[in-house]
């Protein structure tokens, strides 16, 4: 079976950019540097790779264009009538024509430079050469640009058209504008035909597909036909007319009989008697639509004359190839496609008479024969005239009859139906739970709540334990009560609660000024204390208010002005703790006079080195021996990645394998190793 899919079809370029495409592969894919010390043969080899390189392209590229649009001769006579009312056979042909013309102007182009360029003296001459037959190349491409342009349009016009297979059981619709054909295939079939209350609707052939007895059929909506003469008709009429000409389908020919179409009976019988040479040999029904708005009972005797000469033609033209008259159950018949009423039996009708003629035809064909040589159907001869009646156990029948006067259990599918069907009802999961109360089966349980898994929590004994909690909960508030009081200075005598009130006050502008800072904290400077302004910040001050409180500010004070000379540069003094220690350093140090030089001379105790193995409080080592051990793996574990350059053992960094300056660019000739 042929699948015509023309959405394959490559996009083709315009003629600018069809040039600028070849040229820019050739610039990549073929070697730039040249020089003209080089000898000759080299010379003209460079030049000649270039030209045969484009035009291999151009043939390329050209050959596909020609090869994926289908060939009107080739392809089925629907597509190929399908594709001239669309773009004009001639006009393709020339365009193809002309692409093929444009193939073997540019491989001559290139035979006769690459010729040329065999008997170039020098590097000028060729590079000339090599220009020229490019050149001429593009000019050609240029000149077939609205050919390309062409081309392109129908591309992508063919690409919109639907998928039909031409030898597959079809059924098609035909008819007068706005008779209801769009409606039918919308409903039969999944399509998404557009439908509006005005003629010509539909411009183009649309596709849905059906099933009947578990094969597919494909329904093909035709745009609406007028009755006038053929050469009168336009694109869309023609395209209807291609599908009734060339498809082995039932034909359903819609007749509107409640006339709000815009077209009389009469109108539409003269159609049907114009283009009833199309409907030979194919299995048509005529059918009357719309009538929820006029049955067909009720029109006048003069169409209902027309109707019924119309169902005499339909007759002629059946399954039989001499036209012979069969059967009128399925000719005419009555459907509303705004109340459903009889849509599904024209479909049944429509593709069982399609599936009866297309059996015909096969039984009739030559090939028949060769099947029937291998089947044998095989008849059981009777032996004798008694006659044997099937045999049931009688435990058989009484189980059948027992099993149907029993009340049948419901299913989980039969609740659904009773409930609204599938989408409506949801099954319950909790109904089979084994509680010791029905009703809590439905209680909705959360598994997390505020974070915290429920099921941690779930306690038997959990009434009795909170019941603890509370009696104990209520001894300790009562004891709370009694020890606990508040100073409200009831108790306190006249210094303390004047103290108390002090202490309240200040704590109140503390909190005060802290929120003042805390507010202007992100516009307010940082400023050091020796520009302190207001002297708040004072040795002075610190010493009254030590004092104050009892405490004595001296040793403070000291200490205060020893880290700021030493601050300044100053040398803090040894303590007399110092020299108890260092005797002998004292006693030189008598000698000298200057105490300034006697500073100066005493050295300041450095900090002793550590050898490393020596073992460190803290450090989780038994003795040196271990910690020697411990330093050894560590050096061992780290020359691997030392030499990988690994920061520490979680560095996962992949290096660039492919350094740019090695791997991008042009290849010269010389090593690929070195750029």
Known sequence: MVQYNFKKITVVPNGKDFVDIILSRTQRQTPTVVHKGYAISRLRQFYMRKVKYTQQNFHEKLSTIIDEFPRLDDIHPFYGDLLHVLYNKDHYKLALG?????????????????KLLKYGDSLYRCKSLKVAALGRMCTVMKRIGPSLAYLEQIRQHMARLPSIDPNTRTILICGYPNVGKSSFINKITRADVDVQPYAFTTKSLFVGHTDYKYLRYQVIDTPGI???????????????????????AAVLFFLDVSGSCGYSIAQQAALFHSIKSLFMNKPLTIVCNKTDLQPLEGISEEDMKLVMEMKSEAMKTLVAQGGEATNDDDVLLTMSTLTEEGVISVKNAACERLLNQRVEMKMKSKKINDCLNRFHVAMPKPRDQKERPPCIPQAVLEAKAKEAAEEKRKTEKDLEDENGGAGVYSASLKKNYILANDEWKEDVLPEILDGHNVYDFIDPDILQRLEELEQEEGIRQAEEVDEDFEMDGEELTPEEKEALAEIRKKKSLLIQEHRMKKSTAESRPTVPRKFDKDRKFTKERMGRQLSAMGVDPSKAITRLRERSLSRRGRKRERSTDRGHDDGGAMDMDVDQPNKKLRLRSTSRSRSRSRPPNEVVPGEGFKDSVQKSKALKLFKNSAKKRNKDARRGEADRVIPTLKPKHLFSGKRSIGK???R
């Open 98 to 114: 002309q692409i093929n013309t444009a193939r073997n102007l540019i491989s001559k182009i290139a035979k006769d430079y690459v």
């Open 226 to 248: 007028l009755d006038r003469p053929f050469e009168d008709r336009n694109i869309i009429e023609m395209c209807s007319i291609t599908a009734l000409a060339h498809l082995r």
């Open 672 to 674: 690929t190793q070195r």
